[in-house]
């Protein structure tokens, strides 16, 4: 690779290097069908990332390179459509369907049995957004706002890996008459969206982080594209869906399908799951079939769009209001339905915090009945306005916790009432506090039963000890018949206890009681976790024990010199030291010890040369180890395993569906390792 070279071969090579990695990004984000290899990849990365350092008055916004390299703005500005994204009118039912079909036909002219042509579309449920494009590079991004203008958000949107920042060279007409150039400027409408899964990952690590999580897959997907800190919506792994064109330069197509393929061609992410029908009641059929294997998608649907194919009926039909007269959205039996909060009470947590719920009179939503929902803290109470005995709308999307999306204020009658948010603990009484800055109050009496119940439910947990054939039901007995108290009392129980539980025959009370004993001799990383600190995640548990080597030497640390191990930092120091300078804890270290509960600590067992020293990150699914084998291997030879990818990195080892961190270490120049590289190095 030779830096040197003059600007006008240098410009060459970096153009010609993006058009390979825009390829590339396309084969492998919106098909998923990679052609090139993770290393023949990040060596292309690389060579972009030196010669654009190299001549830095060739980098431009649209380079690969640039995904993510603004700094966080302080408002969006306002943005007009060319042409406004108007909503469609919306049907429910097989009759009003038809119906649009008759009306289609009599603006027509034609006859009623006439069949007729249409595109049946998954109706996405996300956030609706256009993206302009110039010469086939991305110029703008924007919200739909009102339908005419919206919010700039080109920054944020250039981090979605499945928006091409630069158009592939594609068919252009009607269907067959091969490849040209794509439009000199067009607009492209689509969906963005978040995976059910992303989704969980998300408000996982909000929840573990002390912030409140996000309702459903919209809300996460709509506040991620709005940050203010595009690095910030980077983390999120947004996706997208295009459906259309708002304004397109010297458009020749005939249908609407036509242009969808057009997408596709030129690098954009299209359903799979679009159909040509030849009748409404092929449409019909379409929907009933969607209808019923909704959840089976991996992200949010609402219903599906019907639209004409023909763009030249489209254009006989025309618009009326903020709607077109040729697509219709047929709606699936709503998410939401109406009822009425009868109590709201508070549960407690693990770290004591608590946790405002809505008991409702039973109602059926989605197909699961529900008589709960959380309210997440007091100040989405107060924003909302939630009042006992109000008349709430409720939803609940996928497997997402059901949660009250408004009031219906116009329903009170006047003896609603406030709910306020106790000052002592419902459980044990305590005093509960709410530190400054957070929204969560929480009770700060460390033996409160509900927080024991929590605690030890964690301790035994998968991640943590993982007691197998000790659950909730288990714990929760032991403690209301106290026979625990705290996680060490579990290694203190005998058979004869175990067998007064209900449903514990001898032979579950004796695998019982093996399992516990087995779980003496945990990881250090495990123990650490296990203890349920605040803010301490399995990754930061791992990182204190490499660290720290001994659990005594861990709680022995003042606050101060924790907050200077790396990934540490004052907030989580802080938790660890309170936790550590209560004396309850204290005394279950000690119980836990005196028990014979030993950690195993992993030692380095020799300096491997390729390890030693090195920083690893694994992601995706691995089939030839568990992750956390694999990182404890890493630590064995002298390396480091992180959970995070940053310029210090030296190896990412991909398995299969890997996702945002694969990418960071391609954008960042890191080797990428395939399993099978990754066993043969530690060889």
């Known amino acids: ?77 306002s943005y007009t459509h060319r042409l406004p994204m108007l909503s469609l009118s919306n049907v429910d039912s097989g009759d009003d369907l038809l119906a649009f079909d008759k009306r289609i036909k009599r603006l027509l002219g034609m006859d009623e049995d006439a069949d007729i042509e249409y595109v049946a579309e998954l109706k996405i449920d996300g956030l609706a957004v256009s993206l302009t494009y110039q010469n086939g590079r991305f110029v703008r991004g924007a919200t739909r706002g009102d339908g005419f203008s919206g919010e700039d958000i080109s920054t944020n949107l250039r981090t979605v890996r499945a928006i091409p920042l630069a158009m592939l060279e594609g068919k252009r007409g009607r269907r067959g008459e091969g490849a040209t150039r794509n439009p000199g400027s067009i607009e492209v409408r689509g969906e963005v969206f978040l995976l059910h899964e992303e989704f969980r990952r998300i408000n996982r ?33 947004l996706d997208i869906f295009v459906y259309g064109a708002g304004y397109m330069e010297a458009a020749e197509f005939s249908t609407h399908f036509d242009v969808l393929e057009a997408f596709k061609s030129w690098g954009f992410k299209v359903n799979p799951n679009i159909r040509i029908r030849k009748s409404i009641e092929e449409v019909q059929t379409f929907i009933a079939e969607w209808g019923g294997k909704r959840e089976t998608l991996g992200y949010d649907i609402d219903g599906v769009v019907v639209k004409l194919n023909s763009l030249e009926m489209q254009d006989r039909l025309g618009f009326v209001a903020r709607s077109p007269r040729w697509a219709v959205a047929f709606k699936f039996p709503p998410t939401q339905e109406t009822t009425v909060i009868r109590e709201i009470i508070v549960g407690v947590g693990r770290t004591g915090a608590l946790t405002p719920v809505a008991i409702m009179d039973p109602v059926e939503v989605a197909g699961v009945t529900v008589s709960r929902a959380t309210l997440h803290n007091e100040d989405e109470i107060r924003r909302k306005d939630i009042r006992i005995g109000d008349t709430i709308v409720i939803q609940r999307a996928g497997d997402v916790i059901p949660e009250v999306v408004q009031v219906i204020t116009e329903k009170r009658t006047g003896a609603e009432r406030e709910f306020v948010m106790p000052d002592h603990c419902p459980v044990c009484g305590g005093d509960v506090e709410r530190p400054e800055g957070e929204a969560v109050a929480r009770c700060v009496n460390i033996a409160c039963p509900a927080q024991i119940k929590e605690r030890i439910h964690h301790f035994a947990s998968r991640g943590a000890l993982d007691i197998e054939g000790l659950g909730p039901a288990q714990i929760d007995q032991l403690i ?6 705290d996680p060490a009392d579990l290694y203190y129980l005998t058979m004869e206890e175990l067998l007064t539980l209900d449903r514990m025959g ?178």
Not at 480 to 485: G, K
Request: hydrophobic share 35%.
């Open 205 to 237: 690590e909000r929840e573990e982080a002390g912030e409140p999580t996000f309702a459903n897959p919209r809300n996460a997907a709509a506040g991620s594209v709005r940050q203010l800190d595009p690095s910030i919506t980077a983390s999120r792994n």
């Open 480 to 485: 209301d018949r106290e026979l625990i108290h």
């Open 1 to 77: 690779m030779d830096n040197t070279m003059d600007e006008k071969a240098a410009a060459d090579r970096i153009e010609d290097l993006r058009q390979q990695i825009n390829y590339h990004n396309y084969r492998y984000y919106v098909l998923d069908q990679p052609v090139v290899s993770d290393a023949e990849y990040d060596r292309l990365m690389k060579e972009l990332s030196s010669l654009e350092e190299a001549h830095p008055e060739l980098v431009t916004p649209n380079s690969p390179t640039q995904r993510v390299g603004a700094a966080p703005a302080t408002a969006f500005e």
């Open 506 to 683: 001898e032979k579950s009370a004796q695998n019982t009681y093996d399992a516990i004993q087995g779980s003496k001799s945990p990881t250090l990383a495990r123990l650490i976790y296990g203890l349920g600190i605040r803010h301490v995640g399995e990754h930061v548990s791992q990182v204190l024990a490499d660290h720290f080597g001994t659990i005594e030497a861990l709680a022995d640390t003042p606050e101060e010199q924790l907050s200077q191990v790396p990934e540490v930092g004052p907030v989580i120091a802080a938790s660890i030291a309170h936790f550590f300078g209560e004396s309850e804890n204290r005394e279950v270290l000690r119980k836990l010890q005196e028990a014979g509960v030993t950690p195993e600590v992993s030692k380095p067992t020799e300096a491997h040369e390729g390890i030693a020293g090195k920083t690893f990150v694994f992601t995706g699914a691995l089939e030839r180890f568990k992750r956390e084998d694999a990182e404890e291997k890493v630590r064995q030879l002298g390396g480091r395993a992180t959970s995070s990818v940053s310029k210090n990195t030296d190896f990412v080892v991909a398995g299969e569906d890997a996702g945002s961190k694969l990418q960071k270490a391609r954008d960042l120049g890191v080797t990428v390792l395939t399993e099978q590289e990754f066993e043969e190095m530690i060889r």
